[in-house]
């Protein structure tokens, strides 16, 4: 924890070396992080550069509660959704009665089947629908609950459980798609 201090002091300081480090040590994750929740590795690209300009203009609200990954994570999380709202691409459907639709065409999962691989996964996850791939992305990588995803997203508890079941169905479908 004490090497994690000084970096960030030395970040805090402007260092270009501190700078550098933070961004080499954490930037792969955070990658990862935006690739969840991006259509493409380039849209990708500048939600993670936008992240880290955040991440680096608040550093000093870090108040060492917690871990910094922690932190750093919540601050990209936060971003990439923003970017979204700012692309106005967000789109949500709280059709109530699709849901006792949706439950009942749920695809037959080939149990004996191996599961995808994990780059696979995130291509079936970015080809989603946006509001779905961000309510998945919230409730299942991140742990949110729903009323958090509402609050979020400026949506119902209802419409994020709806994201979410139809995110689920369409990518079983696609799952059930796959070569074997």
Known sequence: M??????IEGCLAGKR?????FYSRFAPVLFGICLRYASNKFEAQDMLQEGFIKVFSSLATFENKGSIEGWIKRVVVNNALNYLRAKARLQFTSDLSEIENLADNIP???E?????DSNTML???QQLPEGYRMVFNLYVMEDYSH?????????????SKTQLMRARNLLQK???????
């Open 108 to 110: 037959e999962i080939d």
């Open 17 to 21: 070396k501190a700078q550098n480090e």
């Open 174 to 180: 696609k799952i059930s798609e796959l070569p074997r």
């Open 147 to 159: 009323k958090e995803i509402a609050e979020i997203a400026g949506i119902s508890e209802n419409t």
């Open 2 to 7: 004490d090497k994690e201090l000084k970096l």
């Open 123 to 125: 291509g079936l996850i």
């Open 112 to 116: 004996t089947a191996p599961p995808p």
